[in-house]
């Protein structure tokens, strides 16, 4: 089945806290993405990758990293988390960045304390 | 600055029909998406228009306007299932194909 897998679905954790949401796509896309929701504003791109190794910064990247060394992982790394950084945080995947279809995992319902 | 507009919220009642509007202002056009998401999971695929007029699929239909920076979300024969946010984003006109996005449309059907 074609899918994005993103883990945890939920996390709680302390300010400061190193941590990383992992996301995987088995449909072989190339190009990957991170967003946030937040109440009241629309999806908000963090990072995004068009190609292993290739990765830039969306509209909202402070405070975040990314990494892209295989075709199918793209990780969002928090190295020292924040209450603001409490969202919810979607992977998405398509063939390309031109693409009319993006493929969302589930999403990860992330709180700082 | 680049922008999408649509209503926070719209109620509606089972087996009638909904529109939702979808305004925009961005830097040039590559298309209009709208996708579905239901209270606390993934946006689903619904549509795509970059031409202008209505695209008809099954009980759902998008229309477009380019030169008015328009778009509706045309829902028919409402189920108690449609209940859940409908989100418009539109792709930028620039070598970025950056994503703008709506803050979604949340739509409550009533029995």
């Known amino acids: 089945e074609a899918q994005v897998t993103q883990n945890p679905r939920y996390l709680i954790t302390v300010t400061g806290k190193k941590l990383t949401v992992t996301c995987s796509q088995n449909m072989n896309h190339e190009y990957m993405s991170w967003y946030r929701q937040d109440p009241g504003l629309g999806l908000r791109q963090i990072y995004y990758?068009?190609?292993?190794?290739?990765?830039d910064k969306g509209d909202v990247p402070e405070g975040y990293k990314v990494s892209r060394k295989e075709k199918r992982n793209f990780p969002l790394i928090l190295e020292s988390p924040s209450p603001n950084q409490t969202s919810l945080y979607f992977c998405?995947?398509?063939?390309?960045?031109?693409?009319?279809?993006?493929?969302f995992g589930q999403g990860t319902r992330l709180t700082v304390v | 600055g680049q922008n999408i507009d649509q209503p926070t919220e719209m109620t509606a009642t089972e087996g009638a029909i909904v529109q939702i509007n979808c305004t925009y202002q961005t830097s040039g056009f590559n298309g209009l998406f709208w996708y579905q998401q239901h209270a606390g999971e993934a946006p689903t695929f619904l549509s795509y228009?970059?031409l202008d007029g209505l695209e008809e699929k099954g009980r759902f239909s998008s229309f477009l306007s380019r030169s008015k920076g328009y778009s509706y979300l045309l829902l028919k024969e409402l189920q108690m299932k449609d209940s859940a946010s409908y989100l418009c984003a539109v792709k930028s006109g620039d070598s970025n194909y950056q994503l703008i996005w709506g803050a979604g449309t949340k739509l409550i059907i009533k029995p």
């Open positions: 998405a995947s398509s063939l390309q960045r031109a693409s009319t279809e993006a493929f």
């Open positions: 990758s068009m190609n292993v190794e290739v990765t």
């Open positions: 228009n970059v």
